[in-house]
């Protein structure tokens, strides 16, 4: 409950600084200057550019190479949850392409931000889609990942005219979601992702025209964002509603909707479980149903969530979910009450049973416990970073590298702490095992005072020097 209530209060906080802005004749016009001139400029590949409207705030775009001038495109706002735009963007170009979408996203949206700043960005980058990109103002979109997520379903919420949401490895309370605006909803979470729980929520709702516009995507994995297929389905999925709800004219777009269902058919894809499989007809059938013959889908939906094998597994997953609160609370109350040799072998046994596992279903369990308890780290350890309180973010360093060992973060605030410690040949030795995890983010060391003393030191210089970039 406190979720929640934390939720509605930063979205009521979102939704009054974006209503409350008004538009000017004067605005009007310079956004229409700037439309006219940012349009005749835009060209294929990913773009940095200044929001006309507030000119510290950026954002980057990505326009499909069928971009032709004078033509209007759908467009998918996108938030990650470290404000790692060209991440977000990079990572779908190949689906941008396909389904013909102007891909966007910003720096400016991260973890952290208060409602008035979150909302003064949102509102600004709507304005910026409108006013700087040549998009069909009626196929606005709006998806993110984990915090992102959250972000996104604020801004979708909102009253905004979003047209549909991707929410990925996060939820929403559905009692925001008033007169069916957004249109569709797509929520994603992977089998081991610790807000898993939060999306299967989402079955749970009762109205039977809501439940037709939201679909539930999952597949083995972690907390992450969706696989590049998972985002053409998205695409798909936006596609074909908009053709249902006459807000996208070229019906022919049906066929690139079925076609690319039948590959993904036909593919490994979305068969790891029986669960896996039997939501990802169903999404077929809810998108297509009425506008292309989608009747071999409804067998196979209809008859494989009749079968005891499905039944089984669904029976199975359920419990093991309301196993893993007990287990969680036991391994929260274990921080700060034991010490870190005890999380050491802790983690190295959790971490073994997930390798050794042979259910399917138990090892998701464990890896949305390991995820849970890296996530609840972070956050700990953030706090307690802020305020200086630097034993225990130093007792907290080692339990997060500990608990998620592969998360380039938890190697990159361990270094951190080890430099606040001055711990120099540690924090060497961190730096360039937070780089081999993938951590590349070079200003961002050069604006952590803690390296400040390390900046001329050559030892120091060659680690940040062979980061990847």
Known sequence: MKYYRLFMLLLILVTGSLLSCSSSTTTNQSVEQSKTATATKAVAGIVDQSCSLDPNIQFSYYLPTSYSEGKKYPVLLLFDPQGDAHFALEKYTA?????????????????????????????????SISSQLPVNPTRVYVG?????????????MSGSGVQGLMVAGAGFPVETWKNLSPSVVIAAANDGDMNLPEILSLEEIKDKEQRSRVLIMRDKGIHEWPSLQKM????????????????????KKLDLVMAVYDSLNNSAYCSSTKIHKSLFYER?????AYQKDVDKYGKAYSSLIQSSAY??????EQNFIKEELGIKNSYYAAMGSKDTIWWYNEMQRLNASIQNEKSNLKSAQLMRIRSGLSLMCYM???????????????????????????????????????????????????????GKKGF?????I???TEFNSLLGDPLFQDVVNKLPN
Not at 232 to 243: D, G, H, M, N, S
Not at 311 to 316: A, C, D, F, R, T
Not at 400 to 426: C, H, Q
Not at 440 to 444: A, F, L, S, W
């Open 380 to 434: 700990n350890l953030d706090k307690t970073m802020k305020a200086n309180s630097n034993q225990d973010a130093y007792y907290l360093s080692v339990l997060y590298r500990n608990i998620d060992p592969d998360n380039k973060e938890a190697w990159f605030l361990a270094t951190v702490m080890e430099a606040r410690m001055g711990n120099k040949s540690r924090v060497i030795e961190f730096l360039n095992t937070a």
């Open 311 to 316: 039944q089984i597994e669904k029976n199975s």
């Open 95 to 127: 689906a941008a392409d396909q389904f013909e979408f102007i891909l966007m996203s910003t720096n400016a949206i991260k973890n952290g931000l208060d409602g008035a700043t979150a909302g003064h960005v949102m509102q600004t980058l709507l304005g």
């Open 232 to 251: 053409q389905e998205v695409l798909a999925v936006f596609t074909a509603y908009a053709v249902r709800d006459s807000i996208e004219k070229d019906k």
């Open 440 to 444: 590349n983010q070079r200003t961002r």
């Open 144 to 156: 993110g990942f984990s915090g992102g997520a959250r972000y996104a379903a604020m801004l979708a």
């Open 446 to 448: 050069n604006q952590t």
């Open 284 to 288: 077929i059938v809810k998108t297509l």
